[in-house]
C-alpha cells in the first residue's frame, strides 16, 4: 500500500512540475513585441547599474563604486581590457573577492570592449535604446545571437560577480543590482522569446 501511494504522489509531483513547466514555457513564447519591450527595460537596469556600467565605460580606464569614480591609481584599459604591464587587471583582482583588503575579484577581469559601452564620453549612460541596438549587433558583441545574449548573462562569471561583489575596503557590503540574478536571467529570456525588441527613438 505505501508504494503505491509513494508511487502516486512521485507521479503527481512529475505532472506538476510539467505542468508549471509547459505553463513557464507556453508564457515565453507567447510573449509579444510589447512584453519584450517591458522586459528589456529591467535588462537595461541592470546592465545600466554600478557593478555593471563601471567596467562597460566609454573611457581609457575603468570606473570605481557607486558613484562611477575614476579606478585610483592611475589604471588605465590597456590593448585588450585588462590593463598596461606592471599594472594589469590580474595583478590585483584575483579569481575571487578578498574581504580582508576590498579588493573585488572574479575569473578573467577585464574591461567590457569599448564596443560594449554603456555610456558617453562625458559619462552619461546611453539611452536604452543605444545599449540595446549595440547589445543585439553581432558585428560588436562577438557574434552572440539571442540565445547566446541569454547564456552570457546566464554563466559569465562577470555577471554573476554583479550579485556577489564582495566587500569595499571599509567592509561594507557593496550595493547589488536592482533585479536578482533570477530575475534578470528570466527578463532576458522574456525578452529573447520575443525577438530581441530595442526602444525607437536616439
Not at 590585483?92 to 573577492?97: G, Y
Request: hydrophobic share 35%; with cysteine.
Amino acid at each position: 500500500m505505501f508504494v503505491v501511494v509513494a508511487g502516486w504522489l512521485v507521479a503527481a509531483s512529475v505532472k506538476i512540475a510539467n505542468g508549471n513547466a509547459t505553463s513557464i514555457n507556453a508564457s515565453v513564447a507567447s510573449a509579444t513585441p510589447a512584453d519584450g519591450l517591458a522586459e528589456w527595460q529591467r535588462v537595461y537596469s541592470v546592465l545600466t547599474y554600478p557593478r555593471c556600467i563601471n567596467c562597460h565605460t566609454a573611457t581609457n580606464y575603468p570606473q570605481q563604486g557607486d558613484d562611477r569614480h575614476r579606478h585610483f591609481a592611475n589604471v588605465i584599459r590597456g590593448p585588450e581590457g585588462k590593463g598596461v604591464a606592471g599594472l594589469n587587471c590580474a595583478s590585483c583582482h584575483q579569481e575571487k573577492n578578498s574581504d580582508a583588503t576590498g579588493v573585488p575579484g572574479g575569473h578573467n577581469w577585464h574591461l567590457a570592449p569599448l564596443s560594449m559601452r554603456w555610456q558617453d564620453v562625458n559619462d552619461r549612460k546611453l539611452t536604452s535604446a543605444q545599449v540595446c541596438r549595440a547589445l543585439i549587433d553581432r558585428a560588436k558583441n562577438h557574434g552572440l545571437d539571442g540565445p547566446g545574449l541569454l547564456k552570457h548573462h546566464e554563466e559569465e562569471p562577470l555577471v554573476l560577480w554583479a550579485w556577489n561583489p564582495g566587500r569595499r575596503p571599509d567592509g561594507s557590503a557593496r550595493s547589488l543590482p536592482p533585479l536578482t540574478h533570477d530575475q534578470f536571467v528570466e527578463a532576458t529570456r522574456r525578452w529573447v522569446a520575443a525577438g530581441t525588441p530595442c526602444p525607437k527613438g536616439p
